[in-house]
């Protein structure tokens, strides 16, 4: 009789085949989704974390930086600010690891365009760094992926930010002509790369990357800036401060300090700077640098959103198969009353109606996990690195997130399939049966009048269907019930 039963609630199933179909299509979604999402969220944040880090293949992004905002400090100026940093450093679970000053400039690329067949020189805004060998905020240039050639060390010699290279379609060994106040001088380009002040590639407050031949950045050798600049040598106006280790700092999206330890040290360097020159300064870590905290909060929000967003999918799905499932308990009341007379236990029926979403949850993330796996992720990877102009290192490992992504659609669906099954285990054939013969408003296809003669009685006469066969029953003004 159960296997009858079984058989039956597929059969009633199949005939709702668009309801079906749609239930089984948001579970494909929701496991879709949510496997591109996390391999997105953990790839981006695992990948800053290795480019910010100090190895000899990332950039050791800096901890603190010590601007000035109004000028520039001399070379001899620069060294003793370092010295001062080093001798006065509080005492702190933070040790000091290095102090490299460090020249970076406003200024101007040339870029000659044809216009209507005639060649035009463009103006493009720009930023130009000064970078020597040091340890501190290094150039990144991945080999194999976006980037190419060496650092500059020579005078004449410029590193291309990768963005600006694919945009102005610009190769290795091209002269560039910069400027940088009123200097205007060629460089030979020796290098392809990026730089963490501009992993997202915009001008500062823009949030939006810069459209190619808008904006363009380049990695110059310290003596090459200073000469573009007319400089004098050792000249700066950064102060780059490298902590051992990587130190918690006071994110942006948090109303606590999550770096005490941090801001304390700040609060000490200020007071260094303010007592060794009369130039105004500024001190910040990296939560005020555009370009990191904003990847930064790109990868967080990722992070956080992607186990909401299947949920809510997953729910959606959920709240379909219950009011499917609610529907199929209603039709098949009379066998479950049957079943209950011959004395077959509540717990024998409930499987039947968990067999039903359990089948559909397997079906959907089977079909959803294999689409994010091979179509979703690669295609927001991809999207990515179109996007952003960072290379993608290494792909976070999809196994786990899979796994993960499963078991919350899941448990969704299943829990939501656990009601109507319940229902139909508690269902009395007695109340089954006795629901037979009373009239179901909602249900209700037509109403006939039926005047009966020699009589000032109506009769009313309800008519709708019960599953595949028409019943009729009436009810007297008296309250007599006819059939």
Known sequence: MLILLNKRLARSMM????????????????????????????????????????????????????????????????????????????????????????????????????????????????????????????????????????????????????????????????????????????????????????????????????????????????????RLANMSSGSSNLLLIDILGTPDYNLPSTDEDDGPELTLITQAMDEIISNSVDSPSLIYDRSQVFSVEILRADAEGAMLFYIPITGMIAAIAGITLFLSLQRLVQSQSREIAILRTLGVPRWAIMPSYVIMPLGIVIAGSLLGAILGVYLGTPAMLTFYEDFMGIPILQPAELGQIVMQIVVVTTAVVLFSGILPAVQASRLQPLEVMRGEHEVRISSIDDIIRVVLPNSNRTLHVAVWKHDSNDVINGRNDRGISRR
């Open 15 to 226: 005939r709702s085949k668009i309801r079906l179909i749609a239930v089984v299509a948001m579970v494909v979604v929701a496991v879709f989704a949510g496997v591109s999402f996390a391999a997105y969220a953990h790839t981006v944040s695992g990948m800053y974390d290795e480019i910010y880090e100090d190895s000899e293949n990332a950039v050791n992004l800096p901890d603190l930086w010590v601007e000035n905002p109004s000028g520039t400090w001399d070379g001899e100026t620069s060294v003793s600010l370092c010295e001062d940093i080093a001798s006065n450093w509080p005492e702190s679970v933070l040790a000091l690891n290095k102090c490299e000053p460090r020249l970076r400039l406003d200024g101007t690329m040339f870029y000659e365009t044809t216009e209507e067949g005639e060649k035009k020189e463009k103006l493009v805004p720009a930023v130009w760094h000064g970078i020597d060998e040091g340890s501190v905020d290094r150039v990144w240039m991945p080999s194999h992926h976006c980037c190419s050639g060496r650092v500059a060390t020579e005078e004449y010699e410029i590193v291309i930010d990768a963005r600006v290279a694919t945009g102005m379609e610009i190769s290795l060994g091209d002269s560039v002509t910069i400027g940088a106040g009123n200097g205007r001088m060629n460089f030979t380009v020796v290098g392809i790369g990026l730089h963490s002040n501009h992993l997202y590639y915009a001008q500062d407050g823009d949030l939006f990357p810069a459209e190619p031949g808008t904006f363009a950045t380049g990695y110059l050798s310290s003596e090459g800036l200073e």
